[in-house]
């Protein structure tokens, strides 16, 4: 019943900047962390950017300094604001959350997953 709905994702120049955005919604308790993750064409899915409920964060090597997460709680929604994107940054991006469906019941959920596409 738990749903994360990912847009945002689009074909963007190299040095551009792009946004990405994802909605929890359906029948759940608690989100206790969200974050998002990306897989590039015959690469494995890493993290990217995570964010716990007191808005701590942290960030792949690869994007600090230029990504950036952040969460509206009262909206139960999550962003990542890519900027000085590269062509390597390419790949689909998922959401994702850890989730109380029931007070004593949390699983991991995932978005679709949406592309982006850094290329000149």
């Known amino acids: 019943q738990v749903e994360l709905v990912e847009s945002g994702g689009g074909l963007v120049q190299p040095g551009g900047s792009l946004t990405l955005s994802c909605a929890v919604s359906g029948s759940f308790f608690q989100i206790v962390s969200l974050g998002w993750y990306r897989q590039a064409p015959g690469s494995q899915r890493e993290m990217v950017a995570t964010?716990?409920?007191?808005?701590?964060?942290n960030y792949a090597d690869s994007v600090k300094g230029r990504f950036a997460i952040s969460r509206d709680n009262a909206a139960n929604t999550v962003s990542l604001q890519m900027n000085v994107l590269k062509p390597e940054d390419t790949a689909v991006y998922y959401c994702t959350g850890r989730i109380y469906s029931t007070p004593f019941q949390f699983d991991d959920y995932w978005g679709q997953g949406t592309q982006v596409t850094v290329s000149s």
């Open positions: 964010i716990n409920s007191g808005h701590a964060t």
